[in-house]
């Protein structure tokens, strides 16, 4: 399957894990959380799945989906929703297409 791994510089991974995990909760837009632990959090998007990771220094994503254009339309929309969670930090998503 198509994937896409990214990540955003932050020392506070597990707090922006916690409050996505609490957002999805309620499945906006028909999104829900597929499995929740600590600092980890899946969320079926409706197309793609889109994997959340708090390591010490940094926020680790990861979007799959079946096809590469649904692939680029949600990363694009994960980008978009973590850099608006993290204006105040100054968030920044980077991505590396998977090989």
């Given at each position: 399957m198509p994937a896409i791994e990214g990540y955003a510089d932050t020392v506070r991974a597990a707090r922006?894990?916690?409050r996505l995990g609490g957002?999805?909760?309620h499945q906006p837009?028909?999104?829900k959380v597929?499995?929740?632990a600590p600092g980890e959090l899946v969320v079926d998007l409706g197309g793609a799945t889109w994997t959340l990771r708090a390591?010490?220094?940094r926020l680790e994503l990861r979007v799959e989906a079946d096809d590469p254009g649904v692939l680029r339309r949600f990363s694009a929309?994960?980008?978009e929703?973590?850099?608006k969670l993290g204006r105040r930090d100054n968030l920044t998503v980077h991505w590396q297409q998977e090989q």
């Open positions: 922006y894990v916690e957002h999805f909760g837009g028909g999104m597929l499995s929740k390591e010490q220094t929309r994960v980008t929703r973590i850099e």
